[in-house]
């Protein structure tokens, strides 16, 4: 087993645990001098990221089935899981976005 492409996706998880529990904390006041974040920028970037995973994955895995091999069976399986965690967590955001606007519809006025 290639343990430095197991120890780069820990770190790499680590590093994402660490960013989501950054932006759990309690925002700046609003005069600071921090950027203002537009929302469609956020998501289109979050997208493409997931897009750009799913590609790697894809690429990886004909180059494997292809015969290549400067690509290893384990790296290929590793990223084709962070393929599916991607895919997944986006699903998951999508739900709770889609269950916020109908419970927002919902509302009496």
Do not use: C, H, W
Not at 33 to 53: I, R
Not at 56 to 68: I, L, P
């Amino acid at each position: 087993m290639n343990t430095p492409a197991v120890d780069n996706l820990l770190a790499q998880m680590r590093i994402a645990a660490a960013a989501a529990a950054a932006g759990l904390r309690e925002p700046a006041p609003a005069d600071s001098a921090t950027p203002s974040v537009n929302f469609a920028d956020v998501l289109k970037s979050s997208l493409d990221s997931v897009a750009k995973v799913q590609a790697n994955s894809e690429a990886m895995q004909k180059a494997f089935v292809s015969g290549d091999s400067s690509v290893s069976l384990s790296d290929t399986m590793i990223s084709m899981q962070k393929a599916s965690i991607n895919l997944q967590a986006t699903v998951q955001v999508r739900n709770k976005v889609v269950q916020a606007y109908n419970d927002i519809m919902n509302m009496q006025v």
